[in-house]
């Protein structure tokens, strides 16, 4: 018996035998192509694209029909990145340029794209680098290894596969063929992979880093994917184990599955809203299964993406309006664009140098501010769309105030600009501020009184209060949701918006994490926006707390002054739970 530990990102446990997915390694030829044959490599290359592209939407036929709206999504993300004249074009011109072979031009174009991803902040972007990367093999495959068969298509019922690495795609054709779960050598907590397989609901464990050198095929596998352990050839008495937990969580499971006409309410009377986070019109179903009572986030960075012009107000009044449609009278917050000074390599909307330091750079409001070209279309298309429902305006990383009152009256020039033009709008949108940066929670109190609601943005408040990169495996043990610096702005942040009578949301990952619900409900805070997979749990913690009992939890995990005190106290409080 061995365990290794990864990093659980899909719950769940999962005992079967394992599938080894091994991919041949591919090595790169390198050879000069004679002049008079140039233009046949071309055509190799143009296949080796054409085959990528069917396999991809043969895949896309292949989704299951209950699959969630993201499995179509990151295929058909895959699809336009195959398309991109970065993959698609600039290969063929360095063929014809260097008289090279397809593999090497796809390759430095490879290394190109991933020099250009390396120098963003923003884990969303970063992770369409694992999207191009996957895309690049794909080719590469086709060209190195044309009649390579697919391997997944031996992958019988039941089994468990371990993988170094693998697509979304993969993941979805894995699925097709009705597999247990899946452990990788590598990947991360946010990668699409791992956010596909919380919506498919398979346990899954990434970043094992030796998962494939010690599995054998058939070997008898456990894998606890909420805790992230891995255990090989298990004993007899931790197989009856696990299968007592297993009976425990498909209890449990039901339970919360009942929950989703029941309020979200605590025992002693306490109203918790539960709203769900969105990155594309498709996840509203999702949202709306779950029994979300409204959007508290809409990510509206994926609109700009993977296309060489950023999309015109038309286009967003349109995607705004479906969303807002769909949601059929329930609020939603379009969060406004949250790029980075990086975005302009994705062929994206604004140019301008790419900054140091991205993190602290030109993103976000900062970025819209200087570039009003692409900021106006964006907030003429929220004003307009809001007459189709209930929208709410999100600014992300604000930290000072002039930045909102430039906001506030680039939205009063914007509505006058509509009122004289004669077309309808919502005069009487709200506007919100994420509470994201250090010196925005420390001066929530001045922020508030000019806003209609607060967001609390745990990811990127952490990151900035800590110095710890989200996206940075070496410092990720730092951190911690629980630092008293942190629970001290979250309390000031949810104290500013009390006293200015403002509500006051969360909308970061810690929202959607149940290790925090209990704190977070004692702090104060009665607005958690999260991924729709995890609400009907938090519905559950919420129906059995009593707040005012929680609220008594949050006075002494403020008044500690031992880190593992706070942290017994917290977990403690959540002993309870299962699973
Ligand atoms: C956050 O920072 O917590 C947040 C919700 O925004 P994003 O993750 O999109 O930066
Ligand atoms: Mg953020």
């Given at each position: 018996m061995l365990a290794l530990h990864g990093t659980g990102v899909s719950s769940g446990i999962c005992i079967g035998k394992a599938y080894v997915l091994r991919r041949a390694q591919i090595s790169v030829p390198e050879y000069n192509v004679p002049k008079p044959l140039v233009e046949k490599e071309v055509e190799r290359f143009q296949q080796a694209i054409d085959y990528s592209r069917q396999q991809l939407e043969r895949v896309h036929e292949h989704i299951p029909a209950n699959a969630p709206a993201e499995a179509a999504s990151f295929i058909e993300t895959h699809i336009l990145i195959l398309a991109d004249k970065l993959i698609a074009d600039a290969p063929i011109e360095n063929i014809r340029k260097h008289k090279r072979n397809a593999e090497w031009a796809l390759s430095i174009q490879g290394q190109e794209l991933g020099r250009i991803f390396e120098q963003m902040d923003d884990p969303y972007l970063r992770n369409r680098r694992t999207d191009v990367d996957q895309v690049v093999e794909r080719v590469m495959r086709n060209l190195v290894m044309p009649q390579d068969v697919e391997q997944e298509e031996s992958v019988e019922a039941g089994q468990i596969i371990v993988a170094n690495d693998l697509t979304p795609a993969d993941t979805v054709l894995l699925k097709h063929n009705r597999i247990k779960a899946f452990v990788t050598d590598l990947g991360g907590p946010i990668s699409h992979t791992a956010i596909l397989a919380r919506s498919l609901g398979i346990p899954a464990i990434v970043s094992t880093h030796s998962a494939t050198q010690y599995i054998r095929n058939g070997e008898e596998l456990i894998v606890d994917g909420k805790r992230g352990v891995l255990i090989i050839s298990p004993d007899k008495s931790v197989q009856k184990e696990y299968r007592k937990r297993q009976r425990e969580i498909a209890r449990l499971k039901k339970e919360i599955e009942s929950l989703r006409k029941s309020k979200s309410v605590t025992i002693d009377g306490r109203q918790i809203h539960l709203l769900a986070n969105i990155e594309l019109a498709a996840d509203v179903k999702a949202a709306i299964k779950a029994s979300a009572e409204g959007i508290g986030l809409y990510r509206t960075e994926f609109l700009y993406m993977n296309r060489a012009q950023p999309p015109s107000e038309e286009e967003q009044f349109r995607a705004y309006r479906k969303v807002i449609k769909a949601m059929d009278g329930r609020p939603v917050t379009i969060r406004t664009l949250d790029l980075g000074a990086d975005k302009q390599v994705d062929g994206g909307a604004s140019a301008g140098p790419v900054t140091i330091n991205p993190a602290l750079g030109l993103r976000a409001v900062r970025l819209c501010l200087s570039d009003p070209g692409l900021f106006r279309p964006q907030l003429r298309a929220i004003l307009r769309a809001a007459v189709h429902g209930s929208v709410k305006m999100m600014i992300p990383m604000l930290s000072s105030q002039s930045e909102l009152v430039r906001v506030l009256e680039l939205i009063e020039e914007l509505k006058q600009e509509l009122r004289q033009e004669g077309r309808p709008f919502d005069p009487d949108v709200l506007v919100g501020g994420m509470i994201e940066v250090p010196a925005a929670a420390v001066t929530a109190d001045l922020f508030a009184p000019h806003l209609d609601f607060l967001s609390i943005g745990t990811n990127d408040l952490i990151q900035y209060t800590l110095a710890i990169?989200?996206?940075?495996d070496a410092v990720n043990y730092l951190y911690d949701p629980l630092h008293p610096s942190v629970l001290r702005l979250i309390a000031t942040t949810i104290n500013a918006g009390r006293a200015a009578g403002i509500p006051v949301a969360m909308c970061g990952e810690m929202a959607g994490d149940v290790r925090y619900t209990r704190l977070l409900i004692g702090l104060g805070l009665t607005e958690f926006s999260m991924h729709p997979a995890t609400l009907l749990e938090i519905k559950k913690i919420v129906r059995e707390s009593s707040a005012e009992e929680l609220e008594e939890l949050a006075r002494a995990v403020m008044s500690t002054h031992d880190i593992r005190q706070l942290h017994e106290l917290v977990d403690n409080a959540n002993e309870t739970r299962v699973g």
């Open positions: 990169d989200r996206v940075d």
